[in-house]
């Protein structure tokens, strides 16, 4: 009775364990943020704590996205957009790292699972299916960031990230726009 009782404790921990994956490099910051808040006594920080490495990673994504395209794409216009898209992701990167420093959030320093399984699908492929692929995934990646900012600009706990989230809105939305008219420019060639 004990053997079986352990093994399916042992079962159900090796099944949650492998269900978080651990190895995720903005589950794993998320956790330490988490950890941080705690020992400190501030709780409900989790949200924010995913919000700043998922933004995170999503920058990093989408400055080594841009630079992939600088070398691989065919069209002058998704390079152009490559580039604006990495200077704007330093500049959000770089203000994110301030806000974690004085903020004690973990930033990931790698992509995420699924930020590097985008990356390698697209930076798999070649010429005008690059460009495609390229602008496709940025405005579905566009989508889902503005969905995030926006739910942490109203449900944040930490004014900052509040802020930070806010004014990071219109830059989102602008690109956004960007994104979806090179989708159709580049659809309708």
Avoid: W
């Amino acid at each position: 009775m004990k053997k079986t009782i352990l093994t399916v404790v042992s079962a159900t921990a090796l099944l949650f364990t492998t269900a978080c994956s651990p190895d995720d490099s903005i589950e794993q910051a998320t956790e330490q943020s988490v950890q941080q808040f705690e020992a400190a006594g501030v709780e409900g920080m989790r949200n924010d704590a995913l919000f700043v490495a998922e933004a995170a990673s999503a920058s990093l994504l989408e400055m080594q996205l841009g630079e992939a395209a600088q070398d691989a794409a065919v069209s002058p216009e998704v390079r152009e957009l490559a580039q604006e898209m990495m200077q704007a992701n330093q500049q959000m990167l770089n203000e994110l790292q301030q806000i974690a420093s004085q903020s004690n959030f973990v930033l990931p320093t790698t992509l995420g699972a699924r930020h590097h399984d985008i990356y390698q699908e697209i930076t798999a492929k070649t010429g005008i299916a690059f460009d495609l692929a390229y602008v496709n995934r940025l405005s579905d990646e566009q989508e889902e960031i503005i969905e995030r900012y926006e739910d942490i600009a109203e449900n944040g706990q930490a004014m900052e990230l509040k802020q930070y989230a806010s004014k990071q809105l219109p830059l989102l939305r602008r690109h956004q726009q960007l994104v979806e008219a090179l989708e159709e420019k580049i659809k309708n060639a």
